[in-house]
C-alpha cells in the first residue's frame, strides 16, 4: 500500500499556524484594554474563565484576581470586572446606556425573552411596569399573605418534626417551600411539594434547563453537536426547555379564567386586571409561559439558599442564637408582617446573610456604550464587556470593618452606615434592573427565620456539619457545596 503524501503540507500547516499567532499577538499588543491589570493569559484567551465558571468557581476566581491585581482586571480578551464601588453604581445607574451583553441572549434561544434576560430597555421598561404592581409589597400582602404564611408554616413543622427525629435538612425544605410559593402565585396552584416532601417532576425539568441553559451560554461551541449524541438522558436535557415553556400553559389557563375567583388566579391575572389597555398587548400567553417558568427559577433557590446560609451562621453562634430566640418568642403569635419588618436583630442578621450568602453574587454583564467610559481610572472602549461581582464588593475590607466575619449585629442600627456601604450593599442588584421580587424574598426571609427560631428553639448544627460542606458553589447562583444543611433538635 502506497502512502501519498503532498510535500507541501507540513508546509502549509507551519505557514497557517504562524499567521494564526502572529494575528493573535498582533490584536492582543493592540487592544484598548492590553494596560489594564490582570494575568497574562487574559490578552490572548477566555479558557480559564471559561473553566472557573463550568467548575462552578467563577466568584471565588474573579475575587481572587481582584485580590492581587486592584478593583479593575482583565478577565479575557474583550471582558473586564470592576469592583470599584463608584464604578459600579457609575455601570447599573439608571439611564447610563450599560445594556445587558449578549451573554443573556443564550438563556432563552428562539423565543421572547423573559423580564431577566430582556437586553432592550424599553421592552423591559415596560413590562416591569406591569410586574412592579403585582410584586409590590401592599399587593403581595392584601392578594398573598395566606398562601405564603401556610407554605411557610408548613414547612418549618416540617423542619422540626424531623429535627427532632434523625435530623432536618434546612435546605430541601427551604427550597421546597420557597417553589411552593413561587409557584403558586405564578400558576395559581401549589405544586404541594412540602406535603409530598419531594419535588415533582417540573422542577426536575427546570434544573435541568437550568443545566441546559449553562451549558448554550458558556460552551456555546460545543452546544449543536450535543444533539447527535445517542442518549436519552441528553435528549432530555436539551428538551428541558421545553417542558418547561409548555408546562407554562397551566399559568394562562388560571390566568384567562381568573374570573371565578383568587383561589384561581395568578400573578399574571392581576397584572392584566391592572393593567391599561397598551400594557395589556405586552403580556401575551408566550409571554406568560415563558415568565412563569422564570419566575419559578428566581424565585425558588434564591430564597432557600439565603435561610440556609442564615440557619447556618446563627446556629454557630449561641449567643447571637439566643438573642433572636428570645426577640422571635417576645413577638405576637400571630407574626404580623410589621413586628417582623421592625425586629431589629432579626432584620439585621438577614441584612448580614444578605451581604455574605446572597444567592447571586456573581457576575451582571454589561456592555460599555457607544462613547466609551472611564471607570475607576482605566479607560474602556464601547464594546467591551463589564462585570460586577457583589461577592467582592461586600467583602471589600476598605467598606466593611472585619469584611469576612458573619456579624450579625452589624445592620441593627443602619443610621450608622456609611454612604459607601449604602452604596455597597447590593444582594438583589441595583439600578432599573434591581430583583423585581425583593419584597416577596423579605416576606419569606423575615417570616421563614422568625418562624425557625420561635419553633425550633435550641437548634443545633448536625454532627456531621462542617464549613467545607457550606463552601459555595456558583453556577450564576450560589449553593452549599454537599447541598444539604442537617440541624437537630
Not at 442578621?349 to 456592555?367: C, D, H, K, N, S
Request: charged fraction near 20%; aromatic fraction near 8%.
Amino acid at each position: 500500500m502506497t502512502l501519498i503524501t503532498t510535500p507541501g503540507a507540513p508546509l502549509f500547516v507551519g505557514v497557517f499556524l504562524f499567521v494564526i499567532i502572529i494575528y493573535t499577538l498582533a490584536t492582543a499588543l493592540s487592544s484598548p484594554l492590553r494596560r489594564l491589570p490582570g494575568p497574562w493569559y487574559t490578552h490572548f484567551t477566555h479558557l480559564m474563565l471559561k473553566f472557573h465558571i463550568v467548575t462552578g468557581n467563577r466568584i471565588h476566581y474573579v475575587h481572587s484576581l481582584h485580590q492581587k491585581y486592584g478593583s479593575v482586571v482583565r478577565l479575557s480578551p474583550h471582558e473586564v470586572s470592576v469592583s470599584d464601588v463608584e464604578a459600579v453604581s457609575a455601570v447599573h445607574k439608571i439611564g447610563a446606556g450599560f445594556l445587558k451583553s449578549a451573554w443573556y441572549d443564550g438563556i432563552t434561544p428562539g423565543r421572547e425573552p423573559g423580564i431577566f434576560a430582556m437586553r432592550d430597555p424599553h421592552q423591559h421598561s415596560a413590562r416591569r411596569r406591569l410586574f412592579a404592581r403585582a410584586f409590590s409589597n401592599g399587593s403581595l400582602l392584601t392578594n398573598w399573605e395566606p398562601e405564603i404564611r401556610q407554605k411557610t408554616t408548613l414547612a418549618v413543622e416540617r423542619i422540626k418534626q424531623d429535627a427532632l427525629g434523625a435530623g432536618a435538612d434546612v435546605f430541601k425544605w427551604w427550597t421546597l417551600m420557597a417553589t411552593d410559593v413561587i409557584a403558586h402565585l405564578s400558576f395559581g396552584e401549589s405544586f404541594h411539594m412540602l406535603e409530598q416532601g419531594k419535588q415533582t417532576r417540573y422542577i426536575d425539568s427546570i434544573q435541568l434547563a437550568m443545566i441546559n441553559s449553562g451549558i448554550r451560554t458558556e460552551l456555546s461551541w460545543i452546544y449543536p453537536f450535543l444533539q447527535f449524541i445517542p442518549s436519552q438522558s441528553l435528549k432530555t436535557l436539551l428538551n428541558a426547555d421545553n417542558v418547561v415553556y409548555d408546562h407554562g400553559t397551566v399559568a394562562v389557563r388560571n390566568m384567562q379564567s381568573a374570573g371565578d375567583g383568587l383561589s384561581r388566579a395568578n400573578l399574571f391575572s392581576q397584572m392584566m386586571a391592572e393593567a391599561d389597555g397598551q400594557e395589556k398587548t405586552t403580556l401575551t400567553a408566550s409571554s406568560v409561559q415563558a415568565e412563569a417558568g422564570n419566575l419559578i427559577i428566581a424565585g425558588s433557590d434564591t430564597t432557600a439558599v439565603t435561610l440556609t446560609y442564615l440557619v447556618w451562621a446563627v446556629l454557630k453562634q449561641p449567643q447571637l442564637q439566643a438573642q433572636l430566640e428570645e426577640e422571635v418568642c417576645l413577638l405576637s403569635d400571630e407574626l404580623t408582617f410589621d413586628e417582623l419588618k421592625n425586629a431589629p436583630i432579626l432584620n439585621s442578621i438577614i441584612e448580614e446573610t444578605l451581604r455574605l450568602y446572597g444567592a447571586a453574587p456573581g457576575a451582571l454583564p454589561r456592555v460599555v456604550p457607544d462613547k466609551g467610559a472611564t471607570l475607576a481610572g482605566h479607560y474602556l472602549p464601547a464594546g467591551t464587556v463589564v462585570s460586577t461581582q457583589a461577592y467582592t464588593v461586600h467583602r471589600d475590607k476598605s467598606i466593611w470593618s472585619d469584611a469576612l466575619r458573619f456579624d450579625g449585629y452589624r445592620f441593627m442600627d443602619k443610621s450608622k452606615l456609611t454612604a459607601a456601604q449604602k452604596a455597597a450593599l447590593s444582594p438583589f442588584g441595583s439600578g432599573s434592573r434591581i430583583c423585581i421580587g425583593m419584597h416577596l424574598a423579605y416576606m419569606e426571609l423575615r417570616l421563614g427565620a422568625a418562624l425557625f427560631f420561635r419553633e425550633c428553639r435550641g437548634s443545633k448544627l448536625g454532627v456531621e456539619m462542617t464549613d467545607e460542606m457550606m463552601a459555595m458553589e456558583n453556577h450564576f447562583l450560589i449553593a452549599p457545596k454537599a447541598h444539604k444543611c442537617m440541624v437537630k433538635l
